[in-house]
């Protein structure tokens, strides 16, 4: 039986991510007999570890958000535990929904949610909730709890969260941006996976070289090569010294790629490739 | 009278760049007769407006942490208040306090902080106060005000908060990594500044193309100009659609900088130049 590690509790945008892994498992894995189990984890880090570790078989984590930007502790976990793989990407539309009993946005005085779930909202809340006290809360459904004890209180979840914990929505949806989704890296410690539409992987450049980031990224582009992602994150050593974390599209078993991975080598300190899969919308 | 905007309340890291700044301002002044004043914010965004609707005169403000890497807020607020410019840049280290009335660590139940402060402690904390809840709160000194009441309580904040306290500090340092230190930037709405050893830019890339990100990159190695960062965000457009930012190791009066800059227009969607200022540490 697989077991998957998410981000809980229940009712988190994460575990709505590991039910839709779920339900594409069968057709992904069609020589698997039974469906995969979730297991809920209380952090981003403890459900990569947790698949390192072989404690489960694969953990589902976002990556980045079409409007916060990229999840850093994932970033930060994977670049620790680089013996994991990228079997599958998975999008997630995001719609966030205002649960409360509350007849009223004038009654409303706080609003519990994930601080990243706030800050989607931000512009929503200072227009139609401006008298409301906001407080950050570990998960989108840990504020549920509270609702449900108080007329005045409100959480940010969504509508699927509601239903779950049988509470009225007041207001849906209520983020800034409607085309707000985030993208999930289903990781695991099978073989290096080599079909797929994209490709990641990351290096620490040599350091302070004029070049020593675009001789790296120039492999690709003279090879034609579309990267569709750039992130850089702190190496921790000191100030300026960064890992650039990196997605191109195009598959490692393409010959051109494998050229451009060779090439990349003397122009990094250290390289590590997560992997090549495809993208589920 | 300089009226300088930062992230409040009294006794943050923000305070202490803050006052570090105006200890400063004098020998970055001669010219200047009185001793700018401090304005706390109640966010990193609503400082920068106000230096952008001209409230203050200036906004101090963090950019980067050697550990936790961008702060995305400072940027996402520049790249909307683009009319401001980068004044200065100073570094400050930061070390973290465990400050409770508790007499051992293992009388603490919950530590209470900033979560950029509590990540920036996690294996510190995971090895000393195993038992402790750990409880996200707004700014670094909030969680001070409750350890005052009851000693089963400890909050991370630096040494110079526990003295304002009058609390005792039981542990320090306690950050994971002792090289530590967050970069701050001073916004204004003075003239774009030519001068510094330091140019900071942002541009939005024209999209899907192979090299739309290493074209720009390459006319600052093509110069042999050194980027000292690169840090993508989202447009908030749609997934994979980004926004770079980007600091080089040289200054907008030199002529191969401007060559460079001008060379960057037809590159780029839009381009958006913060000026050149050089780094107090």
């Known amino acids: 039986m697989t077991a998957i590690a998410y981000l809980g509790p229940s009712g988190t945008y994460a575990e709505a991510a590991a039910l839709k892994y779920q339900a594409l498992y069968p057709h992904l894995h069609p020589e698997s007999k039974t469906s995969p ?65 509350a007849k009223t946005l004038a009654d409303i005085k706080v609003v519990y949610s994930h601080p990243q ?48 914990y049988k509470l009225p929505t007041l207001a849906c949806p209520i983020n800034d941006h409607p085309d707000n989704c985030t993208r999930f890296w289903v990781l695991g410690l099978t073989p290096p996976t080599t079909k797929g539409s994209h490709t990641s992987l990351a290096f620490s450049a040599q350091r302070n070289l004029p070049g020593a980031l675009v001789k790296p990224l120039s492999v690709f582009a003279d090879l034609g090569i579309n990267l569709s ?42 390289l590590r490739i997560f992997g090549s899969y495809s993208i589920a919308d």
Not at 117 to 142: G, I, N, R
Request: glycine residues 2%; contains cysteine; proline residues 6%.
């Open 37 to 101: 189990i979730l297991c809920p984890y209380p952090s981003i880090p403890k459900a990569i570890q947790a698949a390192a570790l072989k404690e489960v078989d694969l953990a589902i984590v976002p990556v980045e958000n079409s409007i916060q930007g990229g999840v850093t502790m994932t970033l930060d976990s994977l670049w620790q535990w680089h013996q994991l793989q990228i079997q599958q990407a998975l999008v997630l539309p995001i719609e966030h929904a205002l649960i409360t009993q």
């Open 117 to 164: 779930a706030l800050a989607q909202c931000q512009h929503w809340l200072e227009e139609f909730v401006p008298q409301a006290q906001l407080v950050p809360t570990d998960s989108t459904t840990e504020g549920l709890e509270v609702v449900s004890t108080d007329s005045t209180l409100a959480a940010i979840a969504s509508q699927r969260a509601a239903e779950m």
């Open 229 to 270: 992602r750039i992130e850089s994150r702190p190496t921790k050593r000191s100030l300026g010294d960064y890992v650039f974390f990196i997605d191109i599209e195009a598959s490692v078993e393409q010959p051109f790629v494998q050229e451009a991975l060779q090439d990349l080598v003397p122009l990094t300190e250290t």
